[in-house]
């Protein structure tokens, strides 16, 4: 019998973010840091094995409803069929976000166990700036596996993050994408994690980023959950699909969050921000009982953004006790 994960705030967590390697075949500049970067061994990752068994006491013994499955990159790793197969066996909506450069190697995978949402990184659709900004040049790769995805039925949404000087005059040509294909095109304002060289001033607030766009065209707001972290809008009324932004830092979302993370190395963290991680694998492989750890790190998430910060002008990126984001999970 499951009981609800219930933080001091009174908000309840349906939705688990399960990074499974902090490997990748990209190096983003603001997922990576800007150092030499290690992945973390295999015997520090959570085996496909143990992957299951924690997920299994989230859904099962917590009614934990929807995991996304994130890294790194997920689909780099070995045994991903084997964990997706595990996971599918779980009564859970099954998620996976990826930079999507591998995705038609695991489509038939992904349909034979209802794995139907799929969020897709696009930061740009200049070949020249896509590879300043991944490292790599495989934007034709990604795009041909977006339209396949599309193609295929998959529910897709397209995440850019949106950045001052790097591609915020990108904008209008990706939210089209919203107008032409049955997408939600989401754009993501910068956010500060360790040492991705965040600056206040590389963020695009939303007013900015939905002032441009409606120079262009007379938006239609859409209606959002409690628990959605994208403000949606459409084109027009013969728009195929929607466009959003995720307004972390400009007009955060926390008071409706339902979310919890687990890194690749089994340690849950109940905010993105938050400094505080509660290390479910060393007790779950000793055989201990991790309930008690998992309602005592919900229970303890802060009131907004991990306690560290509240508004963007009190970001001090220097002083955030965080790991950077590919570490976290995306």
Not at 91 to 99: C, H, K, M, P, Y
Not at 166 to 186: C, G, K, T, W
Not at 280 to 297: H, Q, T
Request: proline share 2%; hydrophobic share 35%; charged share 25%.
């Amino acid at each position: 019998m499951s009981t609800n994960l219930i933080d001091s705030f009174g908000r309840k967590h349906t939705y688990l973010r399960l990074s499974i390697t902090d490997s990748c075949n990209f190096r983003c500049l603001y997922c990576m840091p800007d150092e030499p970067f290690s992945s973390s061994s295999s015997s520090k990752l959570m085996s496909s094995d143990e992957i299951f068994g924690i997920s299994k006491i989230f859904t099962e013994q917590f009614g934990i409803s929807k995991i996304r499955i994130t890294g790194g990159e997920p689909l780099v790793r070995h045994d991903f069929a084997e964990i997706i197969e595990k996971l599918a066996t779980l009564q859970v909506s099954l998620g996976v976000t990826t930079n999507g450069v591998l995705l038609d190697k695991y489509f038939s995978l992904l349909q034979q166990n209802q794995v139907q949402l799929l969020n897709i990184s696009i930061d740009s659709l200049d070949s020249e700036r896509f590879k300043q900004i991944t490292k790599r040049d495989l934007l034709p790769q990604v795009w041909n596996n977006i339209m396949q995805s599309i193609s295929l039925g998959f529910k897709v949404k397209l995440n850019a993050v949106i950045m001052k000087g790097v591609n915020d005059d990108e904008l209008l040509s990706l939210a089209m994408l919203s107008h032409n294909y049955p997408i939600e095109m989401r754009f993501i304002e910068f956010m500060p994690f360790y040492g991705n060289s965040w600056e206040k001033g590389k963020v695009m607030p939303i007013n900015e980023m939905l002032q441009v766009i409606e120079r262009e065209y007379s938006c239609i707001k859409l209606h959002d959950d409690k628990h959605d972290t994208s403000r949606k809008y459409k084109l027009s009324e013969d728009s195929k699909g929607c466009f959003g932004f995720i307004t972390t830092m400009s007009n955060a979302f926390c008071g409706g969050c339902n979310r919890i993370r687990l890194t690749s190395d089994g340690k849950m963290k109940n905010c993105l921000f938050g400094a505080e991680e509660f290390d479910l694998l060393s007790l779950y492989r000793a055989g201990e009982d991790i309930g008690n750890l998992i309602k005592e790190g919900v229970w303890r998430k802060h009131k907004e953004k991990g306690g560290q910060f509240t508004e963007m002008n009190t970001v001090d990126n220097s002083k955030i006790i965080n790991r950077s984001m590919i570490k976290i999970g995306g």
